[in-house]
């Protein structure tokens, strides 16, 4: 059985094994990176409106708490948003917004600094608010932000599956090699799902992938003496559309629906649906 359909408890503390709750409701992904600027917010906000085409109920969630902008690639600014739920001041359902690409966003907006770090307050807010919205959607998507703080190491600890992205610099790939060592040693995560972001050829993303893997397997032991498993999602090439579509607040989807980008992320798509549990051929 694959690891994703037997998780912990949804209260478990972020250093137990992680992944995600239990139960019926929306798979979580996490979409992470080891480096900054790689292009999560980019692929959470373009994949989400991806798996949406394909029938499914999505979310995307900015976990980015301390430096949110999610609401800038979408361009919602909302007056409601998590900071007003973790306050009190409004209720979770006032800050749900409907993305443009069909979806539903939970947006952190700025000013949410103080959230960066992980506070016993921060961690059951966030729970509950999983907890809550998890029963009307089919896929969640948490658009964290990058590296090892606590508070994004607990913010993927959430999701039953990560999806982390690098790209082929190899700042990127050393960060991304850190990363996933904190995932597989602090998390118990088995498998980590990857998708290589600005790829300049074909077949780079799946050399990367099987260089990562080498040195894992050198240097990493996990606590079941088998190594993690990475696997290769896909590559989104390096393509002028992408920062074309972001100058323009606009879903790459959206405005240039045949640019090599936006067919990378389609394809993205059809791999994750293929993962969700109770898809056809699970991975
Ligand atoms: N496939 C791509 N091709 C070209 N530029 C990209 C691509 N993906 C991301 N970018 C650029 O990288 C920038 C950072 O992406 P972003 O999603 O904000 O990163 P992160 O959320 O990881 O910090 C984008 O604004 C865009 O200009
Ligand atoms: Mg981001």
Redesign the pocket.
Known sequence: MNDALSPPPLAAPAAKPASGPQGAGAHIIAVT?GK???????ISANLAAALTRRGLRVLVLDADLGLA?LDVVLNLHPKVTLHEVFTGKATLDEAIVQAPGGFSALLAGSGMVEYSRLTPEVRNQFIQVIDTIRPRYDVILLDTG?GISDVVLFSVSLAHEVLL?ATPEPTSLTDAYAAIKVLCTQQKRQHVRLVI??TARPGDGRAITSQLQQVLERFVKTDSGRPVRLIHMGD????PS??EA?MRRQLLLQLLPGCP?ALAMLQLAGKIEATLPGAAAPK
Not at 36 to 42: A, R, S
Not at 236 to 239: Q, T
């Open positions: 990176s900054g600027g790689v292009g999560k917010t980019f902008n990058a992205v972001n600005q989104i090439p390096a393509d992408v920062r972001i980008a």
